[in-house]
């Protein structure tokens, strides 16, 4: 996988294997074009390994929604462990923060829904199929996700739980005894719960964005080990340079995920995308005492994922620098919370970052570059990239294709800041 590539000619080179390339490189090779997928590392080792690995029918509403104004000023602290921020970042990003407060205004809620819907519908039905396909549907759980509140939040579930219904996805609201019924082996913390009973999660996030790309290969995809260093135009085509050698390609797929805007900036195209980071810890789970789906508590701001390797408790938003060095605060925050809700022993691995790469309006961009024909971006999936990826790949096959995206990709559409 690491030997120099020399003279290599494809019809789709897709740059980054996690879950959004790994995808769009199968749906290229599923329209029976040639495709190299590249990545320095092994498929699904970053930003789509760590997730919470929920497969959310009803991620509709983006974090910078009208209640963000009501929130705000806990946030201004500082110490809250639903977001983290770092002044030098925000002063220096100032552009991005206003622009992503201004998409928080409420004419701006309902065609971003809407959009999120369509898109994370059509991604869940290709995951359901392509877990199958890739002989990992062991590795799915169809038990929903179970939001919980521990103070008396019913009028919060209720209008959530409307929201949700104007768009057609279900969920169950649930007392302190049906959670109990629902999840018999946490404690009875939480008062009130919203089961998004149509959303599913897997158990490695990691290894589903394996099996996809063990699919692809087996579909006859190449897979390339190579640090990416440069994209060129190159007649009516592209050259990707890489450590590793060149490739010559008639379309290029970027999907470098937190990675993407590096590459396009000789390009001309400055990508306004900041990074959402975030942080999880595992934890050795009591056999006796497992639970049976993603939790996630709304006042405590964590997640609680049983996985593979035990309970994934997965940490709220961090914004500064992609690569400013890890603060554990936020984990050493909710730990102890999450450990009032489920036995668990102790941690497994070190703790793991990774970067939600975000726009400023909380929608990933799909489409074509607006000045370089044969150029597709494909990254910006904030919260919900590790469901969305296959519709993503699915709709940039598509366009490459000449024909319709499984959804209406209109806005994500990359002109929109390019
Ligand atoms: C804490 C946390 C919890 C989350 N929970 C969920 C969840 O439950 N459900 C959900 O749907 N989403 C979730 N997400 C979001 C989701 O994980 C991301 O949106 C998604 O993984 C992004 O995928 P990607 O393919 O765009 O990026 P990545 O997975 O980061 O892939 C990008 C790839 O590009 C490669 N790359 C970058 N630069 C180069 C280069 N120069 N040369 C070679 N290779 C390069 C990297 O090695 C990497 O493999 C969560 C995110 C976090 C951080």
Do not use: C
């Not at 990545?39 to 009803?58: C, F, H, K, M, Q």
């Not at 974090?63 to 500082?78: E, I």
């Not at 692809?216 to 994209?231: K, M, N, P, T, Y």
């Not at 990254?379 to 699915?394: E, L, R, S, V």
């Amino acid at each position: 996988m690491s030997d120099k590539i020399t003279d290599k000619q494809t019809d789709v080179v897709v740059l980054g294997a996690g879950i959004v390339g790994v995808s769009a490189a199968v749906a290229a090779r599923q329209r029976g074009l040639s495709v190299v997928l590249v990545d320095r590392r092994e498929p699904g080792n970053e930003t789509s390994y760590g997730n919470a690995g929920i497969l959310s029918s009803g991620s509709i509403l983006p974090l910078n929604r009208p209640s963000l104004f009501g929130t705000l000023p806990r946030y201004l602290t500082n110490r809250h462990a639903a977001l983290r921020w770092n002044p030098a970042w925000a002063i220096r990003n100032i552009d991005w923060v206003v622009r992503f407060l201004a998409n928080a205004a409420p004419s701006r809620l309902r065609p971003r829904a809407a959009a999120l819907h369509g898109l994370l519908g059509a991604s869940l039905k290709l995951h359901r199929e392509w877990i199958v396909k890739a002989n990992a549907g062991q590795r799915i759980r169809e038990t929903g996700w179970l939001k919980a509140w521990r103070s008396d939040a019913v009028d919060a579930a209720k209008e959530e739980q409307a929201f949700l219904a104007e768009y057609g996805i279900e969920s169950r609201l649930l007392d302190r005894q049906a959670i109990s019924a629902l999840e018999p082996n946490i404690l009875p913390v939480y008062k009130v719960g919203l089961l998004h009973s149509q959303t599913a999660s897997v158990d490695s996030p990691g290894e589903v964005v394996k099996a996809y790309a063990r699919m692809f290969a087996g579909l006859g995809g190449d897979i390339r080990q190579s640090e990416i260093r440069a994209i060129v135009p190159d007649g009516t085509g592209w050259r990707v340079v890489l450590a590793a050698g060149e490739i010559s390609a008639r379309h290029v797929v970027v999907a470098l995920g937190p990675w993407s805007a590096e590459l396009l900036r000789p390009l001309g195209y400055r990508v306004p995308l900041a990074f959402e980071r975030g942080y999880h810890q595992e934890f050795k789970p009591n056999p006796a005492r497992s639970l049976l789906r993603p939790i996630h508590d709304a006042e405590g701001s964590f997640l609680m994922t049983p996985m593979e390797q035990g309970i994934r408790v997965t940490s709220g938003v961090e914004l500064t620098a992609r690569d400013a060095p890890s603060s554990f605060a936020q984990l050493d925050t909710v730990v102890p919370a999450a450990r009032s809700v489920v036995e668990f022993g102790e941690a497994v691995g070190e703790p793991w970052r990774g970067a939600r790469p975000t726009l400023p309006d909380s929608l990933p961009m799909i489409g074509p570059a607006p000045r370089h024909p044969g150029l597709w971006l494909s990254f910006g999936h904030q919260h919900i990239g590790f469901t969305t990826g296959p519709a993503t790949g699915a709709a940039i096959a598509a366009m490459i294709a000449g024909a319709e995206p499984p959804f209406d990709a209109a806005p994500f559409s990359p002109g929109r800041y390019l």
